[in-house]
């Protein structure tokens, strides 16, 4: 009888050792290399797809919005405080523009984060399962609601609201819409946070627990930290929800181009004003058609820096288990 190499041995039901059995491996059919062929370039030509139309969109607003800086300069364009391109004497300064994108946006964060965050813990920490598979679809409902819904529930209930307690607000302001906005965005930040956080390894919260550790301590000081990177990327993705926001401001906020950070006036953001100009009555090449795409190119390059604040953010504070 021939030696069984040690590599191979193993034991048997009856306990006594014998060579364990290798799956055999089967040669790869012609069939399915050329499945795996099909599914590879499936893949490949959706990556590239993605890829390209964001080259188009780019190569849009590069090429729509050359002419309009050969008329304004880049100087004027970031420096001017009034922004009025369809006046008889058009003003072409973006900054009341960006003062309202980022007004509003900011409104929209301070509630979203932390009320998102806080659902996110609870969510994957505190939450029975049986419950959390009922609330977190109720939640994600939120992301379906049309934004003109929540632009006249701006408008009507949370500004006559806010009046109350604020008798000087007027009825178009960056509060009310900036609020609406946050809870519209709650899914985005509450859904990708809950998804981080349950990938933390159980490892870490039994190890906090055999400290003395309570669920909450260890829900903030162990599994928050652990699950930054992913839940950084949820704050990504809800600013630039935000930012891109359209309805919501472009019916509650007011749509005047006016340099100001207080949410209590009204405003204008980028959205709305494309929104505004967008109707058709100007025509193709005028300078105030071409205002449109130097705003998007705006636009544009800050949804890429947010980005790329949030790649550098998971980049980071990525934690491999």
């Not at 050792?17 to 893949?43: C, T």
């Not at 509003?104 to 509630?111: E, F, H, P």
């Not at 930040?189 to 301590?217: H, N, Q």
């Amino acid at each position: 009888m021939s030696a069984v190499p040690s590599s191979t041995t193993g034991v048997g039901h009856d306990g006594g050792n014998r060579p364990a059995a290798l799956p055999a491996l089967r040669p790869r059919s012609a069939v399915h290399r050329v499945i795996e062929w099909f599914v590879e370039a499936g893949l490949l030509a959706a990556a590239a797809f993605s890829v390209f139309i964001t080259a188009g969109i780019v190569y849009v607003l590069v090429t729509e919005s050359v002419p309009f800086f050969r008329h304004v300069s880049i100087v004027e364009f970031l420096t001017d405080r009034m922004w009025t391109p369809m006046f008889a004497e058009p003003r072409h300064g973006i900054m009341p523009l960006v003062a309202g994108t980022l007004t509003t946006t900011a409104v929209a964060l301070l509630v979203a984060m932390p009320v998102g965050t806080l659902v996110a813990i609870w969510l994957s920490e505190f939450a029975p399962a049986r419950l959390r598979e009922i609330v977190k679809p109720a939640m994600e409902l939120l992301a379906a609601v049309p934004t003109v819904i929540y632009g006249y529930f701006a408008v009507d209930f949370v500004t006559p609201l806010l009046q109350q307690a604020i008798p000087s607000l007027p009825t178009f302001n960056m509060l009310g819409p900036g609020l609406v906005m946050g809870v519209m965005i709650i899914p985005y930040v509450s859904s990708l946070s809950e998804d981080a956080i349950r990938a933390v390894p159980m490892l870490l919260r039994e190890g906090s627990y055999a400290m003395g550790a309570g669920r909450f301590t260890t829900a903030v000081r162990v599994v928050y930290p652990s699950a930054f990177s992913g839940i950084a990327a949820a704050y990504v993705l809800a600013i630039s929800r935000a930012v891109g926001e359209t309805m919501i401001v472009a019916i509650a906020a007011g749509q005047q181009p006016n340099l100001t950070f207080n949410p209590l006036d009204p405003a204008a953001t980028i959205t709305a004003f494309i929104v505004q100009v967008s109707l058709g009555d100007l025509p193709h090449g005028e300078i105030g058609y071409q205002s449109i795409f130097a705003a998007g190119v705006t636009l544009f390059v800050m949804t890429l820096g947010f980005n790329i604040i949030g790649a550098y953010l998971r980049r980071r504070y990525r934690q491999a288990y």
